[in-house]
């Protein structure tokens, strides 16, 4: 190999380095977010399962693909109007839950834990009541 080939395969090393790097430390940072848990999100019930971590927000539910270097969130769903479907246990503890976002007509179709579901609820049921709605 000549000195330019060499100096060629370095660079791609330091690069293929550095976006591993990168990544990984994308991936920490998302996990160690308040109110984050691992979430694998579905286009069907079926699948196929795109893993990620969801966090809540406020007022939104966010979902960021594990197998991404993008900084913003894939997806994001209101809180108010987010309704839990369907729900069903599958092996190793998951739930398979299907939501409905507000209006929207597609489902959405989200894989957790059974305590990350317990915590989905809870955080749907407390969506703070809206100052003025009172009559």
Same mark, same amino acid.
């Given at each position: 190999m000549s000195?330019?080939g !060499?100096?060629? *395969?370095c660079?791609a %090393?330091?690069?293929?380095l550095? !976006? *591993?790097?990168?990544w @990984?430390?994308? %991936?920490?940072t998302?996990?160690?977010?308040v109110g984050s848990?691992?979430?694998s999100?579905?286009?069907t *019930?079926?699948?196929?399962?795109s893993?990620?971590?969801?966090?809540y927000g @406020?007022?939104?539910?966010?979902?960021w693909r594990?197998?991404?270097?993008s @900084?913003r969130?894939?997806?994001r769903?209101?809180?108010? /109007?987010?309704?839990v %479907? $369907?729900?069903?246990?599958?092996? /190793?503890?998951? %739930?398979?839950?299907?939501?409905r976002p507000g209006?929207?007509? $597609?489902? !959405?179709?989200l894989?957790?834990s059974? $305590?990350?579901?317990?915590g989905?609820t809870?955080?749907?049921e407390a969506t703070?009541?809206r !100052?003025g709605s009172v009559?």
């Open positions: 000195g330019h !060499v100096a060629l *395969a660079v %090393v330091v690069l293929l550095a !976006v *591993a790097f990168v @990984a430390s994308r %991936v920490h998302l996990n160690r977010r848990f691992p979430c999100l579905g286009r *019930a079926q699948g196929p399962w893993s990620g971590v969801a966090q @406020a007022d939104r539910l966010y979902w594990y197998r991404s270097l @900084a969130p894939r997806a769903w209101q809180r108010v /109007g987010l309704t %479907v $369907e729900r069903s246990e599958r092996h /190793g503890g998951q %739930v398979l839950v299907t939501c209006s929207a007509v $597609e489902p !959405v179709h894989l957790m059974a $305590e990350a579901y317990a989905l809870s955080w749907i703070p009541s !100052v009559i």
